[in-house]
């Protein structure tokens, strides 16, 4: 478990990043302080710091995680990534490419080929908006359809992040010395590229709604709709009317999608039994846990646990509003 304590923050924040573990390597975490270095030529799952880390994975090593409480910026320095965040699937970000994921995101990966990334976790109050014009910002984001906006790297960047590279190999990773090279970072942004590709670029983290997809990301494991709808002070027709808006597919289909995604983590952890796994996702009973698993993957949990690499879950077919409300009753 790599986690880090962030300059000023009482309480360490984290990026976890699940990669299947291959059991009889006999390796499944290492710790680290401030910054991490790995070469990922086997599986293993790890908790990615708020901070900086050089990550290499093998071609077609594949993985899925959740981002809580921080964004992320990853640059591929070598190779390539193909990359589904939240609704947004199977996006390209090649070599001298770099995306963003924001808080309370979820993402799945494939490296396409070897490939090497840095990674910048942080808080978004560390970013220096007020060096820049925000109401500017805010009408470049009400202009602009976000659609995962990928930004190449300027050469600057790319040069800074070849030398943080060399710091961390050198034990030079203090976490002062981290966190003056993470505003050294934003402001290089906010020389090297221009306000409409700073608004797509940051889009997320910028838009008014943050704040409502952050209480969705955080409350996900409702019991019902209604429940999720009464958290937002909206009415459930309105709750799924602005859900719908932003997260591009029915509330209900998308829960279950967050709901298999953890399920099939923890399985492939193997540290929970799995009755509680399914008491821990507020099934009614252990049957209608096998059943669950069954219709999303194909195979009971007990089959599942076995499995180094999970099945895809089947296609579901696209549900009205009113299904899914009924649905979630």
Not at 16 to 36: C, D, K, M, W
Request: charged share 20%; proline share 5%.
């Amino acid at each position: 478990m790599l986690t880090v304590r962030a300059p000023g923050q009482d309480q360490p924040r984290r990026l976890t990043l699940y990669v299947p573990i291959r059991r009889e390597t006999g390796f499944e975490n290492q710790a680290a302080g401030h910054s991490a270095s790995h070469r990922l030529s086997t599986d293993v799952r790890l908790q990615l710091p708020d901070a900086w880390s050089n990550l290499r994975f093998d071609r077609d090593q594949r993985g899925n995680g959740e981002n809580t409480g921080q964004a992320a910026i990853l640059f591929v320095m070598q190779g390539e990534i193909e990359i589904s965040v939240d609704h947004f699937r199977h996006r390209a970000v090649c070599s001298g490419q770099m995306c963003l994921i924001p808080p309370s995101a979820t993402f799945t990966f494939r490296a396409v080929e070897e490939t090497r990334l840095a990674i910048c976790c942080f808080a978004i109050e560390s970013i220096p908006f007020d060096q820049y014009s925000m109401g500017d910002l805010y009408t470049a984001c009400e202009k602009i359809l976000y659609e995962f906006n990928v930004l190449p790297m300027g050469g600057l960047l790319f040069d800074l992040l070849r030398q943080l590279e060399n710091y961390i190999q050198a034990g030079i990773d203090s976490p002062a010395f981290l966190n003056l090279k993470q505003q050294e970072m934003f402001h290089l942004f906010f020389a090297l590229y221009t306000e409409p590709e700073l608004a797509g670029f940051f889009h997320p983290l910028i838009g008014e709604d943050l704040e409502f997809k952050n209480l969705v990301h955080n409350n996900w494991n409702v019991k019902n709709i209604q429940e999720l709808a009464a958290l937002t002070s909206l009415s459930t027709s309105g709750f799924i009317k602005k859900f719908t808006r932003h997260f591009k597919e029915s509330p209900y289909k998308w829960i279950m999608q967050q709901k298999a995604l953890r399920i099939r983590r923890d399985i492939q952890a193997g540290v929970l039994p799995l009755k509680q796994i399914a008491i821990k996702y507020n099934f009614l009973s252990y049957q209608h846990f096998a059943g669950f698993c069954k219709s999303q993957f194909g195979m009971p949990p007990s089959q599942l646990a076995g499995f180094k690499s999970f099945p895809q879950a089947p296609r579901s077919k696209k549900k009205t509003v009113k299904e899914a409300v009924e649905k979630m009753k």
